[in-house]
């Protein structure tokens, strides 16, 4: 499967944005999908992920209440609504799948994940 993110940009303080993670290859759904984040300096973090067909969410302490990660799976997109904005929210955001992850525990771990997107930047001004 090969993932483009889209949808980064410059956004003051308080703002929204939405990410998008479009897939081709195959049905988008198969895969549990995360969305990670590197900023300059800093190892890459997780943000949130949604499991393949039942679409549970779970997200990361720095993004909960904030930001939503949702499936459309007839534009087999995965989104990443991002609300509340904050200065440290500021990083490249990579989309990444993978199709099986026996482990619950682990889909918060980069290293569980084979297929990437590249990476859309994220700027949030104060």
């Known amino acids: 499967v090969q993932l483009q993110a889209f949808g980064g940009g410059l956004v003051q303080a308080g703002g929204s944005l939405r990410l998008s993670c479009a897939a081709s290859?195959?049905?988008?759904?198969?895969?549990?999908v995360g969305w990670f984040r590197q900023a300059p300096g800093k190892d890459r973090e997780f943000v949130a992920h949604?499991?393949?067909?039942?679409?549970?969410?779970y997200y990361a302490d720095s993004a909960k209440g904030r930001f939503t990660i949702s499936r459309d799976g007839a534009k087999n997109t995965v989104y990443l609504q991002m609300n509340s904005l904050k200065p440290e929210d500021t990083a490249d955001y990579y989309c990444?799948?993978?199709?099986?992850?026996?482990?619950?525990?682990?889909?918060?771990?980069?290293?569980?994940?084979?297929?990437w997107g590249q990476g859309t930047l994220v700027t949030v001004s104060s």
């Open positions: 990444a799948a993978e199709d099986y992850i026996s482990d619950y525990a682990l889909m918060s771990n980069s290293e569980a994940y084979t297929y």
């Open positions: 290859g195959r049905t988008f759904s198969k895969y549990t």
């Open positions: 949604i499991t393949r067909t039942a679409g549970s969410t």
